[in-house]
């Protein structure tokens, strides 16, 4: 199985910042990456496909990027319903596998 | 509006089999640009996924899960579901369904999500 590595496990950031969380795959994936925004309670929500494809609805200060086999989540000026858990999740090969997660925590 | 909807039993026996249904609503399951995925979530193994099924009723399963999973379609009721054998303590998560786009640009994984359920296995 291809194995997502996320760091950091936590982040502790205030609303304006600049955020930024890796994913790295053990192997390649072309772009088939994909991140997504949970909250307690709730199933995940997609953010972004295709490593850099925003989903339609979501707010443009989320950016992904990547290169080569580590990948970025970017948010540009983190607003307080930014705060949750962030997963990225690969779909290049079978079995899908996500990573462990990035908390999101006020600082 | 999509809305997909698990339904099943919140607490099952160890040794026990799993059963959970999805039920589609504002789309249809037979479309051909879809696929319909398990995914589950623990504490201990984070998010996990399970399988998928296409309208025809091919499937593709974790490996992890072995032979315990089936996966099975119902387009007469616009439903999808999942079996899981032989149940033990680590199969104790929140169960979500989940839809796959297959688009001309390529896969758009999990675009639509149930609310999820939670599944003991507990005596």
């Known amino acids: 199985d291809i194995q997502m590595t996320q760091s950091p496990s936590t982040l502790s950031a205030s609303v304006g910042d600049r955020v930024t969380i890796t994913c790295r795959a053990s192997q390649s994936i072309s772009s088939w990456l994909a991140w997504y925004q949970q909250k307690p309670g709730k199933a995940p929500k997609l953010l972004i496909h295709?490593?850099?494809s925003l989903e339609s609805g979501v707010p443009s200060r989320f950016s992904g990027s990547d290169s080569g086999t580590e990948f970025t989540l970017t948010i540009s000026g983190l607003q307080p319903d930014d705060f949750a858990t962030y997963y990225c999740?690969?779909?290049?090969?079978?079995?899908?596998?996500f990573g462990q997660g990035t908390r999101v925590e006020i600082k | 509006q999509l809305q997909l909807q698990e339904s099943g039993p919140g607490l099952v026996k160890p040794s026990e089999t799993l059963s959970l249904t999805c039920t589609v609503s504002g789309g249809s399951i037979s479309s051909s640009s879809y696929n319909w995925d398990w995914i589950r979530q623990s504490p201990g193994k984070g998010l996990e996924w399970i399988g998928s099924?296409?309208?025809?009723?091919?499937?593709y399963n974790n490996p992890s899960l072995k032979s315990r999973v089936t996966i099975s379609v119902d387009t007469s009721k616009n439903q999808f579901s999942l079996k899981l054998s032989s149940v033990t303590a680590a199969d104790t998560a929140v169960y979500y369904c989940?839809?796959?786009?297959?688009?001309?640009?390529?896969?758009?994984?999990?675009?639509?999500w149930g609310q999820g359920t939670l599944v003991t296995v507990s005596s």
């Open positions: 099924i296409y309208y025809s009723g091919s499937t």
């Open positions: 295709k490593a850099s």
């Open positions: 999740q690969q779909y290049n090969t079978y079995p899908w596998t």
């Open positions: 989940a839809r796959v786009y297959q688009a001309s640009s390529g896969w758009i994984p999990f675009d639509y």
